[in-house]
């Protein structure tokens, strides 16, 4: 809209109008033609992110029979949830979903527990600036840290303390490694409420713990709920920690039911999708929910997105 | 406190990881630095880290100029706001698939004889052997980046175009009131404004696609051979696999050198930009 203006306006006061309104027109000619490759582009583009998607769920829903078919099939001629049935139940992987969620839950709350207690006293109480940037970039810098490389001694650490197998164990590393980000997302959050609002409240009698839970928590109670959504998330997906500290359905979350399919000598297609579709759809959902705030989660607050 | 909790889960096992590198495998005691100084003789480690560095190079650089160009593409040309959202929606899914499940997307399109890639080949003319994705050093390492490009070419995407919305409107006008071309905006304007940006997706890509394991284990479990044995995948079967977690320990020191060093040179730009 705003191109088509002010490529107007130069062209409006000439008197040999005839040469720049020919030059106008090609080059409008050209931007749309432009325009309309870029659009092309795009929707060839969401078709590749949206396809295998598609295909994943459509298999998921084929009968075993109609796996191996010739063409393949686009669509499921006889849907069934046979798949699902199959290697949820069948397979015994609902223990390891069951696992996952309490995981995952643990996880959450320990987390945004900890990242409170840390977020707040560096955004209200008095703490000395060098400490502070100290602390933050220390945080920043565990984001990069690989986990492989964490990983060889904790696990040599865990099974010295005999929390090898148990889901304890990956309850506390998720929360471990959950922290840094949720640091910084809710530093971001409570930097945002004004001091004074905070200070009224202890005008009218109230503690700090009175007023920090009934005046600033509601406050940032969407950045605190986005924070558990993403912790969540990234505990779901998780898969190094889980396929190294844990050994039998006991402690093994859902990532690993997953994978332990895709390993196996002969692959059941149409279970190891219905697998796939399960593990995907629970953090996309969830995200989607708290979606503006995942850029800025994946980027410890630098890029604020609204949309 | 809970910086304690930190410490403890983070600083401690990393004492202890330096202890462990100074130990001899099996026999134990005192090693000095010869785990350290066995790195350079092992011919594994550096097949390794040649793979590694191909995948970091390709998948970074792809994801990297896809992203931009799309991101002032969509800029330029999507403008209502349903389009927008849409585009946002598109590209925010496959970030928050796990990547397990992308692995398993990608294994299901590329089976050889009935995956539907193949088939779609087929359909286009292709007429020859259906190709084994997974079984050719170079089609598994195509596989394995493209799996990544999928996931995390949106990451930049989504930096980058947030990056776009906060460039003036009215110094983009004035620039095309002045005749320049979009070459010129995006040189002189916009790029200005996304150069932080940018250093903070590649930093972000660099240490990611160094560290990647997840959806590669699913898709080669580092093979065919050790072509896609990167370096966290071959720390994972030495230390895991052959049990020696002394070795194992020394690389990933290295690996922590490493990551460190970018830390600091980025750190002071990343933390102002981010802060």
Redesign the interface.
Known sequence: ???EV??A??AAPASPAQPSVVRRVRTRRRRNA??GL??A??GA??I???F??V??IS?SLKPTSE??T???TFFPVQPTLDAYQAALIGAGNWVLLRNSVIVCLSAVALTLA??L??AYPLTRLRVAPRFR?G???W????????????V??????VRTVGLYDRLIALI??YA?FS?PFAV?MLKGFLQEVPQEIEDAAFVDGAGRWRAFFRILLPMVSPGVLAAGVITF?LA??E??YA??LTATPRSQTF?IG??SF??EFE?I?NQ??A??VV??LV??C???FS?RY??SA????????Q? | ???L??LT??V???F??IA?SLQYYRIGGFAGLHNFAFAFQDALLGDSLRATAIYVGLAMSVECLLGLV?AV??Q????SVLG??L???????????????????????L?PD?G?VN?LLRDVGYRGQPILWMSSPAMAMLSVVTVDV?QWM??VF??LY??LQAVPLDVV?AA??D?AGAWARFRHIELPYLKP?LL?VL??RF?DT??V??HV??LT?GGPGASTEF??LY??SI??KFSN?NY??AI??Y??IV??I??ALT?RY??E???
């Open positions: 809209m705003t191109n002010h490529a306006r130069p432009v325009r870029v659009l582009a795009l583009l969401a590749a992110y949206l295998p998607f295909w994943m298999t796996l191996y010739q063409p393949p900890l990242a207690l840390i940037r602390l933050l970039s945080l920043l810098s565990l984001r990069f840290l690989p986990s492989m490389v964490v060889i001694p904790i696990f040599a650490t506390l590393i471990a922290l910084w998330a779901w997906s898969f190094l396929l190294i990532s997953v994978w895709v390993t692959i297609w190891m999708a697998l796939g593990s995907a953090p996309i969830l995200l989607l979606r995942v850029i994946l980027t410890f607050g630098a890029v604020r997105d949309s | 406190m809970p910086v909790f930190l889960v983070v401690y096992p990393l202890y990881a462990l799309l593409a969509v330029r040309t999507v403008k927008r959202t585009a946002y929606l598109l590209f925010i899914v496959p970030m928050v698939t796990p990547p397990v499940a992308a692995g398993v997307i990608f294994r299901l399109m089976i009935y539907i088939v999928w949106p990451f989504l930096v947030a990056g006008e095309e009131v005749g940006l903070l930093v972000f240490t160094l560290r394991f997840d284990q699913v479990m370096l966290s720390l994972y230390a895991f977690l194992a320990s990933a020191l690996v922590v990551i460190s970018v830390f750190s990343l933390t930009e981010i802060a």
